[in-house]
């Protein structure tokens, strides 16, 4: 499905949330209208159609109107409750189509649980983004994902295009060394975005009140490093169109 971005990793806590709601605000600020599908039944990325008019209507922010509306999975028809495989398909396939027809591009928050319905939308996005967040605890399992992604891609005969994005970056970082040989392997499956998203303490917890970096006047570098990145995925997205 076209105009589907989706976000994920295997691992919780590794900066999905927060890259897919940055991401969707800095493609509306580009004029490029965004909506946010959290497809975690947790519900990290909580900013709903409703969340977002008041928060719209709260804040002084020069950049609220980039805020992106999040559509919540788990308030889907046929998701809730003791919903079959089958039936949750056709809920997110039909959420999908929907919301493509209503704005330009469509981000995918993936669930870190939700197995079933992170294939389907692999199945269906045009472009996969993987954190690379820059830490020791995260490296291995973000390594092992990326090889699970293309080893399921060939398995299902399933074209896929991944790029990884360094996450949570601090220069100096005796982790950064070896994430940068990895991702300058050629045969790495998932080669990585130019931007270096940098670390922000307070990105996460904003992310988890609905706010982005736009929202906070001091995060100018993460701010430029969202739009960079958005930037960078309309050059890949339209490549592969």
Not at 69 to 87: F, I, K, N
Not at 142 to 160: C, G, I, K, N
């Amino acid at each position: 499905m076209k105009r589907v971005i989706l976000v994920s990793h295997k691992k919780g806590g590794v900066g999905k949330s927060s890259i897919a709601l940055n991401l969707g605000a800095a493609l509306n600020l580009m004029k490029r209208h965004t909506k946010v599908l959290d497809l975690d039944r947790a519900s990290a990325t909580s900013s709903s159609a409703s969340d977002t008019a008041a928060m719209l209507a709260s804040s002084d922010s020069e950049y609220t109107t980039t805020l992106p509306e999040v559509v919540r999975y788990a308030t889907l028809p046929g998701v809730a409750g003791s919903a079959s495989v089958m039936q949750r398909d056709a809920a997110l396939r039909s959420c999908l189509k929907k919301m493509t027809s209503e704005c330009e591009f469509v981000v995918i928050d993936a669930g870190a649980g939700e197995q079933e319905e992170n294939a389907l939308a692999a199945v269906l996005a045009q472009l996969i983004i993987i954190p690379f967040p820059c830490d020791p605890g995260d490296y291995t399992s973000t390594v092992e994902f990326v090889s699970m992604m293309q080893q399921w891609a060939v398995s299902r005969d399933e074209p896929l295009v991944m790029r990884t994005v360094l996450n949570r970056y601090k220069s100096g970082w005796s982790i950064n060394r070896q994430i940068e040989e990895v991702i300058a392997d050629p045969a790495w499956a998932a080669p990585a975005f130019p931007v270096r998203i940098p670390s922000a303490i307070r990105i996460p917890e904003q992310t988890m009140m609905g706010r982005t970096a736009f929202d906070l006047k001091e995060e100018d570098a993460a701010r430029r490093a969202f739009v960079e990145l958005a930037a960078s995925v309309l050059a890949v997205m339209d490549a592969a169109a």
